[in-house]
């Protein structure tokens, strides 16, 4: 069974930073586009972050210049470095992965349980 575990979330201070960790266990042949969104409460879940088997990224306009994804594959591990934290950046994060369970090729995306990042003013 494949299962994403985040962790990293907390409260901080506006201006702080924060470092998010997604790891995707199990029975897995390789993880292709894996990556960040988050949901504040009322609000629809949204894109942050993601980032390719190669190596692309691609950022939310609201956090470029702020955020950094990258990825360890070794250890089937995506990072979100949060720096600048702003209000507006408090929301459940979750971690969404495109996974591959066999040499047949076949995708399938799965979600972690999400981590609650909470920044005060």
């Known amino acids: 069974q494949v299962q994403l575990v985040e962790s990293g979330g907390g409260l901080v201070q506006a201006g702080g930073s924060l470092r998010l960790s997604c790891e995707v266990s199990?029975?897995?042949?390789?993880?292709?586009?894996i990556g960040w969104y988050r949901q504040a409460p009322g609000k629809e879940r949204e894109l942050v972050a993601t980032?390719?088997?190669?190596?692309?990224?691609n950022y939310a306009d609201s956090v470029k210049g702020r955020f950094t994804i990258s990825r360890d594959n070794a250890k089937n591990t995506v990072y979100l470095q949060m720096n600048s934290l702003i209000p507006e950046d408090t929301a459940v994060y979750y971690c969404?992965?495109?996974?591959?369970?066999?040499?047949?090729?076949?995708?399938?995306?799965?979600w972690g349980q999400g981590t609650q990042v909470t920044v005060s003013s």
């Open positions: 199990g029975r897995i042949f390789s993880i292709n586009a």
């Open positions: 980032i390719t088997s190669g190596g692309r990224t």
């Open positions: 969404n992965g495109r996974v591959v369970l066999g040499p047949a090729g076949y995708e399938y995306r799965y």
